[in-house]
């Protein structure tokens, strides 16, 4: 069998994972991998992520699938720089933010492309993150489908399929707004309260005293901020809607503890 040339640009938590994942399922893969970072280029090649690297797009232009994993105004970039693809060429970008990305891609590749949202991760990122089963029975949504042509929807559900995610679908707004409820606006949570604590407390307290709950909390606010400023001014209107109705929550409890309501304070803690 011929070998499956798969370009990858941005050899960080989420591409290193895709390529040690498609590795595991199949020997027939041959990864190219292009990263500004020079130190994640040379730990990728180290780490057996790609076969070889190159710092130029051009290079991808017989690669029968691309890999965008880098962050969403990245992907917008590279999108308008991509070289001209072969038709048969498979682009799948792995942003957060959906919409925006769809709507950035020129029409004569439009068909070439599959706009994918893996929802997975860590709070770590670079080549050394990487994961082996990071997509392993996660969920990937594949938004605004009727615009890839079928051979790509093929190839992206099986691609998917075989490193053994769960496939759902549905418009690129529609998932925008779905995903400041449950990861855009979390994250800010997460970052919020950890800023909010160390405000008041000392590093020694906080090493001391915090249980899981703050860590399991904070961790997120771990990841990268040049993505997730990113992924935030991306889905900013959807984002203020989700953190408005986080903070009406909040309130609620606020008021609930203030006016000692302790039984509606109890329902409403049931409820959640």
């Known amino acids: 069998m011929a070998m499956i040339k798969v370009g990858i640009v941005g050899l960080g938590l989420m591409g290193g994972s895709l390529s040690l994942a498609l590795r595991k399922d199949s020997e027939d893969y041959y990864f190219i991998g292009i990263d500004h970072n020079e130190l994640h280029c040379k730990e990728a090649l180290e780490l057996g992520l790609v076969d070889e690297i190159t710092t130029s797009l051009e290079s991808l232009a017989n690669c029968d699938i691309i890999f965008l994993s880098i962050p969403v105004d990245g992907i917008i970039s590279v999108i308008k720089e991509l070289p001209p693809l072969k038709d048969t060429c498979t682009v799948i970008d792995l942003g957060s933010t959906k919409e925006k990305i769809s709507l950035s891609i020129p029409s004569d590749i439009r068909e070439n492309f599959v706009t994918a949202h893996p929802m997975t991760g860590t709070e770590k990122f670079g080549p ?20 890839s042509g079928l051979h790509q929807q093929n190839i992206a ?11 759902t679908s549905m418009g690129a707004k529609e998932h925008d707004r779905h995903a400041a409820f449950i990861s855009h606006m979390p994250h800010a949570v997460s970052y919020a309260l950890a800023n909010s604590v160390m405000a008041q407390e000392d590093s020694k307290s906080i090493v001391a005293l915090a249980g899981g709950g703050f860590r399991d909390m904070s961790r997120i606010a771990k990841s990268s901020p040049n993505m997730w400023e990113d992924i935030l001014r991306q889905n900013k209107s959807n984002v203020l809607k989700a ?22 304070l109890n329902n409403w803690m049931q409820d959640a």
């Open 128 to 147: 050394t993150a990487a994961l082996e089963d990071l997509y392993a029975d996660k969920v990937v949504v594949l938004c605004d489908l009727e615009k």
């Open 243 to 264: 953190i408005h109705s986080f903070q009406s929550e909040l309130k609620k409890c606020q008021k609930m503890v203030e006016n000692e309501e302790w039984d509606t």
């Open 157 to 167: 559900k099986q691609l998917f399929t075989d490193i053994g995610m769960k496939i």
